[in-house]
């Protein structure tokens, strides 16, 4: 009960306008246990989203909250972790959000391994502006914008974050609250960009990617004795055909923007300072 409380007091008091069934009930509330968990105080907390249903997410959270543009919650998260290196940052998104119109942020926030976590709800479609097929529709092919059928390949966002050079990727799953609150712990205590998939139904417009039961059937967790520097395994492990791999496939810190930034402000010092004229001459 005391449990429930303290969890319960992450929540601003604004209730989810998300259909039934949909399942980012699941994630927040994982969420906001795993906050809750990592004690972490509301007002050392920033949550940054782009434009979807699942970018509401800040609404619902008592913290520091930004509901920003379509695609655009990465650079934003970014800008406000730099600003603000104290602040623990969490980004969050949807698959079209993250893949699609703002799919050029996230090999850059990857490699320069800034030190978010990104939470990529992966529902497999457009679900707010009522079911567009995305990047990730692969088992649902006729939507409002392809009544014929889908055109391209999906993209696996776990596969694509490893490739990136994220420095930790996991999947979960909207389903398994208790997995997904640990992976979100862990991700966010790593020092470094925290890249977690997270597989959720939309109840409303596709709930044939991410259906509950085909996922349930064909899961798998990641094996224990996994090496998380191995990235090769991690991507077999992300794009295996037979089963759906949750847990964390890649762990592997390295210095990250913040650490970069500072050295060079080192650097910097004791060098005399660049003006106005100190440029002119130089073309004199
Ligand atoms: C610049 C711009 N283009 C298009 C839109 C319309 N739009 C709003 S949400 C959305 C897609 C949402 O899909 P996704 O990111 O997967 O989030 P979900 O709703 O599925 O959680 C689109 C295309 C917009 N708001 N802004
Ligand atoms: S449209 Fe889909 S993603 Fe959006 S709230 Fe409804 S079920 Fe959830
Ligand atoms: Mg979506």
């Not at 064909?218 to 055909?241: F, S, W």
Request: charged share 20%; proline share 5%; net charge neutral.
């Amino acid at each position: 009960m005391e449990e429930l409380d303290r969890s319960c007091s992450y929540l601003s008091g604004i209730s989810p306008v998300w259909c039934p069934g949909c399942g980012y009930y699941g994630i927040l509330s994982a969420l906001v246990e795993a906050f809750a968990d990592l004690n972490l105080p509301t007002r050392e907390l920033a949550l940054i989203s782009g434009i979807g249903c699942s970018s509401r997410l800040p609404y619902f959270v008592k913290a520091y909250g930004f509901h920003s543009i379509h695609g655009r919650g990465l650079p934003i998260a970014q800008g406000v972790k730099t600003a603000n290196p104290d602040l623990t940052v969490v980004a969050v998104g949807g698959d079209g959000d993250g893949l699609a119109i703002g799919g050029g942020h996230l090999p850059h926030i990857a490699r320069n391994n800034v030190d978010i976590t990104y939470l990529l709800f992966n529902n497999a479609i457009y679900g707010m502006t009522k079911g567009q097929f995305s990047p990730t529709t692969t088992l649902f092919p006729i939507t409002k914008t392809s009544p014929f059928g889908l055109a391209g390949e999906a993209i696996n966002p776990s596969a694509l974050a490893i490739v990136y050079g994220a420095s930790f990727v996991a999947r979960g799953f909207s389903v398994k609250k208790e997995h997904l609150k640990d992976l979100i712990i862990r991700g966010m205590r790593h020092r470094g960009f925290s890249f977690i998939e997270i597989l959720s139904s939309c109840s409303s417009f596709n709930t044939t990617d991410m259906n509950v039961a085909r996922i349930i059937k064909n899961l798998q967790m990641v094996p224990e004795d996994h090496n998380q520097e191995d990235e090769i395994e991690a991507l077999r492990l992300a794009t295996d055909k037979e089963k759906i791999n949750l847990g964390v496939l890649v762990r592997n810190p390295r210095p990250t923007l913040g650490d970069k930034f500072q050295e060079a402000r080192q650097k910097a010092k004791g060098k005399s300072p660049v003006t106005v004229e100190t440029l002119l001459n130089q073309f004199a």
